[in-house]
């Protein structure tokens, strides 16, 4: 008798330190990590959304739950994954290899030996050697890729490969459901798309993106060990197979994915933490990089783009002649000797293309040939070096200032009084370029203030104010843009406005002086109970990069409004700002019916 | 709406006969879950990124031995070719210079390494690359023949 009720206390106790290691590895950072928990508004939630994903029907929140259950599933061998879900069927141990691993390192569970045929070979394809976070800068033609893409490449060992084997690239995407305009980014802003996992050759990307969007790409190569990276390629398996997540624009994207992703195969990394509500691609860099231990190099790959402008600034005068001579559309390239002309020629081409959706017409494509073939014939030139297409320092997004910047100033519109500003994101035309792309402004939820005598006062709110400096030059018909939606008190009366415009700008100087005109309309509603009004506006400015810290800016504008028998009004604006060490000064003047002006001291944070 | 897709899965069908024959998959993972659709269709759309709908996206993409695995793996035997296909441009700009990340990139997929050498040879055969009739396939296949032939390149190319 005294045998078995000691009997029992031990199996009570075993079984209770069993239950209690089990909870303690369900309430781990590696478990939640690994399934993608985070608590939000409604508690503790999967990011993942397909039900595919989870063995237990509360899997989802319940991390105890779908451990107990994953590790009955992978014990067991059943149930087959997919089989609910009407999708082709995979032992548990096959379909889920991290999972089973974490089995198997923190709990302690010997593995059933199962082969796993397409595990096998997702493992034989990918020997990586290292992994890389990918930034793809700004595309100013498509809203979704305003604040640039982020993805990770995989680097394939090729010593580990029978044959030759590219590197692959692995990014969280949207899979829109046809919507456009409006509705598409209605809905990409609410979650109604999916977003997927999808694994790529790298070179595919890099035609997307470097090529056909020219988007310089920068890739930091992160310092893992060789077991976080075999954690990563059976993690990958997993999310490319069953997960899927609701897509939000601003936070759950794709910047937001990656950095799930690394902290699943690193649980020490805590770096969805630091996001914050809007998840910039820039400020996901930040994140990562912010600590050197975690970065092994830094690589650019130049857009065709930048590979152009490079190529055009190394010609002298005399090549710059020949290659306007060579531009013409029945020139005869024959006797054209020059390979940097030949080479600026085939890359103009090539832009021209990407104008015009992958395609060239009629006699351009001919001439386009003609120069491809004469400059094959001129064979290798072996008295000039290779040339080198170098992105330089400056564009790197990890040295870029913070998105949010607050300020504290001094307002005088005939009687001097405190100013307030507070910007979320993320880069005006005057703030320090170095880490952003040098012409495009995108500003949101910025706000401007003053105290007067009793309160404070709002004097401008910009919801949105985008701006698109595109150079003109012979070369390159670029069409420059603005859009900006907000409300202002100040210049009286107050109203609120949307506002879109497009024009050209010209860069002077080696593009260290834009001048710009940017005509716009906007549609202007005053206070409730009046008549939406329209205003047409001249606009034309002067963007003056006196270094990457210090700009001038000039504009001067004249507005027709419908609701004033479109009588004109001018505007004008000055504005200087230098900028140091993540702090700026600015000093501004406008003129609206009357001089007021601004000077201001602001700092920028990261936003986290 | 049914009746438009299965519109876009025959036309797609008609196009690309030869490249959807390869995909041997039943389809799985939750791309396609999001769609329970098992078409032609979700193949498609599933590779949109950032609204750019890449062209021939599935061109040899499975690996044909096993269920579920439907994923972007390009099929060895297929490298060359799917290589070609997506890069056309950009590769036969680079082997008319005899230079850059594209040329060296293909001339890899043959063993011969990132080889000024290699990227020599496909120049000075430039037009009988790109004689007619193009097409992957038939840049892939002369290029084969080009390097396999070449006595400089004797040795340093595997494949």
Known sequence: MRSLIFSIVILTSLVGRADAALFDASQGARWHRLMHYEHRLRGLRSLIASEVFFFAPTGSTDPLAELTASRRAIQTGLPLVGQEAGLAQMDPICAFPARARFMHEVLGDTLRPVVCEGLTYWRTRLPLRSLSLVFASAYANNPASLFGHTFLKLNVDKDKVANPTPDYAVSFSAVPDGSKGFMYMYRGLTGAFFGVYLLNPFYEKLTEYAENENRDLWEYELNLSADQIDRFVEHLWELVNYANSRYYFFDDNCSYAILSLLEAVVPDWDLTSQAGWVVLPHQTVRIVTRDHTKIRAAIGHPSLRSRFETTLAQLDLSDETRLRRVLVADADVSDVHSAPVLEAAIKYYNLRKTEKSGKLRGTEQNHYQRILERRADLGIVRQAPLPTFDLGRTTRPDIGHGPVKVSLGLINDGAPHPGFGARYGFHDLLDDDRGFEPNLQINYLDLQGSANASHPVLDRFRAVDIVSLRPWSALDSGFSWKVAIGHTNRPEPAHSYIEAGGGLDLGLFGNRVQVFTLPSACVRQPKEGERTALDLSSDVGMLWRIGPGDKVFVRTARTWASDHSWQGRWHQEARLAHSWADQQIQVSANWDRRWWFHLSWGVFLAGS | ?159
């Open chain 2, 1 to 159: 709406m049914k009746r438009i897709g299965l519109w876009l899965v025959l036309c797609l069908g008609l196009t690309a006969a030869n490249l959807w024959a390869a995909d041997g998959s039943s389809g799985c993972g939750p791309a396609w879950y999001v769609f329970k659709d098992n078409s032609l269709v979700s193949s498609s759309l599933r590779t949109i990124t950032n609204g750019f709908l890449a062209p021939t996206v599935t061109f040899g993409m499975t690996t044909g031995t096993s269920n579920c695995t439907k994923h972007s793996i390009v099929l060895i035997e297929q490298q060359k070719n799917h290589y070609v296909a997506v890069n056309n441009d950009q590769l036969q700009s680079d082997i008319a210079q005899g230079h850059g990340v594209y040329v060296d990139q293909f001339t890899a997929l043959f063993g011969c390494g990132a080889s000024e050498t290699a990227a020599a040879v496909l120049q000075r055969n430039y037009r009988t690359l790109y004689a007619q009739p193009e097409g992957p396939q038939a840049v892939v296949n002369r290029a084969q023949l080009i390097i396999s032939r070449s006595e400089e390149l004797a040795g340093q190319c595997a494949a």
